[in-house]
């Protein structure tokens, strides 16, 4: 972003915190499915009966618990809501 003169704001939910409501809005964009990282150390290492039983409720509970949990970066424009980091999407998303 800052290599492409594009102006953001960078948050990171790790120190700054995480709601639900930020993760329903991120929900409007992407599906829980795609926000969950379960190739990440935090959910190998997670001890929870819960990760047998997944829903989007328990997903979500899941992450605002674990931050780490969720995949980055996640990019929130006024358009959308991207999860991940590919150049060529990137390089689409903001015409270069």
Same mark, same amino acid.
């Not at 992407?30 to 047998?52: A, H, I, M, Q, S």
């Given at each position: 972003?800052?290599d492409n ?13 995480l709601?639900k409501a ?7 964009s ?7 990282? /379960? %190739?990440?150390?935090?959910? %190998?290492?997670?001890?929870?009966? %819960? /990760? ?15 931050p780490t949990?969720? /995949?980055r970066p =996640? ?7 991207? =999860? ?9 998303l903001?015409g %270069?």
């Open positions: 972003m800052t003169n594009l102006e953001f704001e960078f948050h990171d939910f790790r120190q700054g915190g709601d930020t993760i329903d809005v991120w929900l409007e992407v599906d829980w499915e795609t926000l969950l990282n /379960k %190739r990440g150390t935090t959910w %190998r290492k997670l001890d929870d009966p %819960r /990760k047998d039983q997944l829903d989007e409720a328990t997903a979500i509970t899941l992450m605002l618990e674990n949990l969720i /995949k =996640v990019l929130v424009t006024e358009q959308q809501c991207t =999860v991940g980091f590919k150049e060529a999407d990137y390089a689409i903001f %270069r």
